[in-house]
């Protein structure tokens, strides 16, 4: 017997299209916070705000997007960006870009940084600035799934009850 699950057909990822929506998304969220900034008088001449930009993973192609989405809000907004990598060990070169930042735009799974380099974000995030934390669920891709169950997945301790597929 065919599961639904197995009769959908695959449908490939529209990069482009995700963009879109992700820019749109993210571009809403600046506007906010660009609203929520208090000017200091009218006279004064006004920074641009400046816009940290972090990859820290290597499984979502962040390292391809996130400079992307830089050179979008530099061209059509106006903002000073500033893009920061991953290594391919556990560090990101030029933390020290977070002590002038107005807001971080963060994109990191599965990374333990050194004690200096997340005292650098502990300090950011102390000082009330807005960060915008990117990440992705895969918690279901490690379930057994069955005909009639799901097992060996326990949901965190917030959600309950456990997941069910029913047969159809």
Known sequence: M???LDSRSFRSYDSVKAMKKFSLSLAGCLTIFLLAIEPHSIAAPTAKPTIVLISGEFEY???????VFKHY???NYGFNCVYLERTKGEDIPGLDALARADLVVLFVRRMTLPEEQLGRIKNYLDSGKPLIGLR???????????????TNWSPPS???PKPRITPS
């Open 158 to 160: 917030e959600l309950s």
């Open 2 to 4: 065919q599961s639904e």
């Open 61 to 67: 192609k962040s390292a391809e997007t996130l400079p």
């Open 136 to 150: 992705t669920v895969a918690t279901c891709s490690e379930a057994t799934i069955t005909t009639t169950t799901v």
């Open 73 to 75: 809000l530099e061209t």
